[in-house]
């Protein structure tokens, strides 16, 4: 058995019931085997057994008072996973399906995404079973202050520095970050996504949804393709939804769905922002209203957007909404490519049926890495005490995204899967955080 495989079998092994993370790792490990096999002191050096090991795992009660007066108590987690490029770096999770396994799904994929964007951040993701939805502000709030009561002690801006992710917008990093303050004193980049009165970056809110329409854009001109006039779909309604919309059409493109859990939206004049701006961002909202302000609109239950015939596909919600049924029907659709906005939103089954169908397709740990990318800008403006334009730091984002591109498929290239981001990207994230452990020592 390969040194590959053979770690992948020790992992399900140690790690039962944590399905999310074990789907990760064998996406990233597979796709490794080229460069593992052409570089025998990765496996003298236990780069695999280390990489799929967190250096540090934090699991913490959160106590809070809800609006009636009664006790509440929801598990809080960081994963600390890899430190060798830079301070822990990945966003904070709140959702009723946050487990132990979904936070290292996460943070393993952060490694090596924060790898590709150039930038000096390690990898680490966090987060709580705590569901947002529904709760009043001051209920949001006293979650939020109880969490950092204990987070607090394992972060800091040259330690860990968490930030936005599923149900963690800017009220909630607003909250965390007061906390922060207050116990320590320190008025430091501990978290990003920060408001732009108190240290937040201009592009930091649209910067994972752009990203995500640089690389596409990218990928397709790479490949003889235009995005101007292709019509879209896209899944969520959330932050990366919204902002990759946006970016969307600005290019060009016509964006026809979003979605959100509940249901989706089919708008064949194409979707109105400003509404779903107002819906989501402002109101908090269900998608169902949506229909209030578009009547030619259609709005349905459950999920489906991925039915709708389209050039381009962008999974934006979440984990596994991509399945082969859904890759069957894009591909007779006549889809030409899928980017994954979310964190693998696409099954492994899936990706490879589109890989094989001819379907251009973007990996997450590419295709999202703006919104972390523009994160390191955040602390790098916090670091200067210096606050740049909006166009000065989407020209930096829209270079990365470029950048993490044409790396990708440089690497797919050098280890003979040419056009296969998937292994490109993984391969490029991997190297330098090993050779960085390489040059570390056994720590
Ligand atoms: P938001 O909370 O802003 O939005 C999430 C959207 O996805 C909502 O519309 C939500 O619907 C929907 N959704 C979430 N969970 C489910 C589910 N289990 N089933 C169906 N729909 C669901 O999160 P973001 O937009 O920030 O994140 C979306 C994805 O992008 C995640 O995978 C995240 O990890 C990834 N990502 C985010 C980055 C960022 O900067 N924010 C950066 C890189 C990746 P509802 O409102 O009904 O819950
Ligand atoms: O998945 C991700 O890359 C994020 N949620 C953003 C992390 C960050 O630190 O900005």
Redesign the pocket.
């Known amino acids: 058995m390969s040194y590959v495989q053979n770690q992948l079998e020790l992992l399900k092994q140690k790690s039962p019931g944590e399905p999310e993370f074990i789907q990760a790792a064998t996406e990233v490990l597979t796709s490794l085997e080229p460069v593992i096999e052409a570089n025998p002191k990765y496996e003298q050096n236990g780069i695999l057994e280390r990489v799929t090991e967190p250096e540090r795992q934090i699991i913490f009660r959160v106590p809070w008072v809800d609006d009636s007066g009664k006790v509440r108590v929801n598990r809080g987690f960081r994963v600390q996973f890899n430190s060798a490029i830079g301070p822990y770096k990945g ?1 904070l ?1 709140l ?1 009723p ?1 946050v487990n132990l396994g979904v936070i290292k799904f ?1 943070g393993f994929e952060q490694i090596f995404k924060n790898s590709l964007t150039g930038l000096p951040i390690g990898g680490g993701k966090g987060g709580s079973d705590f569901d947002p ?1 529904g709760k009043s502000d001051r209920e949001v709030m006293a979650f939020c202050q109880s969490f950092m009561t204990e987070l607090y002690r394992h972060i800091g801006k040259d330690v860990d520095v968490p ?7 800017a009220r909630e990093i607003g909250y965390l970050y007061g906390q922060y303050k207050r116990i320590t004193g320190l008025y430091e980049g501990v978290l990003t ?1 920060k408001g732009l009165p108190y240290g937040g970056s201009l592009v930091r809110t649209e ?2 949804g752009y990203g995500l329409l640089y690389f596409t854009k990218a990928m397709l001109e790479k490949n003889g393709h235009s995005i101007q006039g292709k019509t879209v779909v896209i ?7 919204i902002y990759a919309a946006e970016k969307a059409a600005q290019l060009g493109a016509k964006v026809v769905t979003l ?4 249901g989706w939206v089919y708008d064949p004049d194409g979707i109105d922002l400003k509404a779903v701006k107002e819906i ?1 961002e402002v109101n908090r909202q ?2 169902s209203v949506y229909t209030q302000y578009r009547p030619n609109a259609q709005y349905h239950q459950g ?1 489906g957007v991925w039915s709708i015939p389209c050039d381009i596909a962008l999974p ?4 596994n ?1 991509l399945l082969p049924e859904d890759a069957k029907q894009l591909i007779e659709n006549g889809c030409i490519a899928v980017a994954e ?5 696409t099954t492994i089954e899936a990706t490879q049926m589109l890989q094989q169908a001819g379907v251009l397709f973007a990996p ?1 740990k590419a295709a ?2 703006g ?2 990318a523009t994160s390191a800008l955040e602390m790098s403006q916090n670091s200067q005490r210096l606050a740049w334009s909006f166009e000065e730091v989407d020209a930096k984002l829209k270079g990365i995204m470029e950048n993490i591109f044409a790396n990708a498929d440089a690497a797919a290239q050098t280890y003979g899967h040419a056009k296969n981001y998937v292994v490109g990207a993984n391969i490029a994230g991997f190297v330098k955080v090993a050779d960085a452990m390489l040059a570390q020592g056994v720590v």
């Open positions: 966003g999770r959702h399906s996460l939805k930030a936005g992710d599923i149900g963690t917008g996504g910067a994972t899944s969520g309604a959330g932050n990366v939804a979605s959100d859990s509940t989501k269900r998608l999920r934006c919600a979440t984990q909404e906005g979310a964190n693998m939103p997450g999202n890495a919104g972390v």
